[in-house]
C-alpha cells in the first residue's frame, strides 16, 4: 500500500526558510519520479517542483525558481522541499505526489497518490 507522509510545515515570518519532508513506504521508491505541490484555501492544487528517479534532473514552477531546492534520498526513502526566502504567497498546504503508469486493456494508466499535507504559513 502506497503511503506518503508530510511534515515539517508550520510558522514563518516573511525571508525565513523551512524544510519539508516526505517519507514514502509501499513501492519501490527509487523507481519513482517525485514532486512537490501546493494548495491555497479555495484555489486549486498547483505544482512546484519535480524531481526524477535518480535525482538528475529537477524542475521547478517559476514562482519558485531559485528559492526552492527539491531533493530526495533513495536509502531513507524521502523526498524533501527546502524551501527559503518565503514570502507570504508561498502560505499553503504543501503535498508531495507519486505519479505511477500502469499498462492496462485500454492504454497507459496513470495513479497518482498524495500525502496528507503539511501546512505552511509565512506571515509577520
Known amino acids: 500500500q502506497v503511503q506518503l507522509v508530510e511534515s515539517g510545515g508550520g510558522w514563518v515570518q516573511p525571508g525565513g526558510s523551512l524544510r519539508l519532508s516526505c517519507a514514502a513506504s509501499?513501492?519501490?521508491?527509487?523507481?519513482?519520479?517525485m514532486s512537490w505541490w501546493r494548495q491555497r484555501p479555495g484555489e486549486e492544487r498547483e505544482w512546484v517542483a519535480s524531481i526524477t528517479n535518480t535525482a538528475a534532473d529537477t524542475t521547478y514552477a517559476d514562482s519558485v525558481l531559485g528559492r526552492f531546492t527539491i531533493s530526495r534520498d533513495n536509502v531513507k526513502n524521502e523526498v524533501y522541499l527546502q524551501m527559503n526566502s518565503l514570502k507570504p504567497e508561498d502560505s499553503a498546504a504543501y503535498f508531495c505526489r507519486m505519479r505511477q503508469h500502469v499498462p492496462g486493456p485500454d492504454g497507459m494508466q496513470v495513479y497518482d497518490y498524495w500525502g496528507q499535507g503539511t501546512q505552511v504559513t509565512v506571515s509577520s
Open positions: 509501499g513501492f519501490i521508491f527509487k523507481n519513482f519520479g
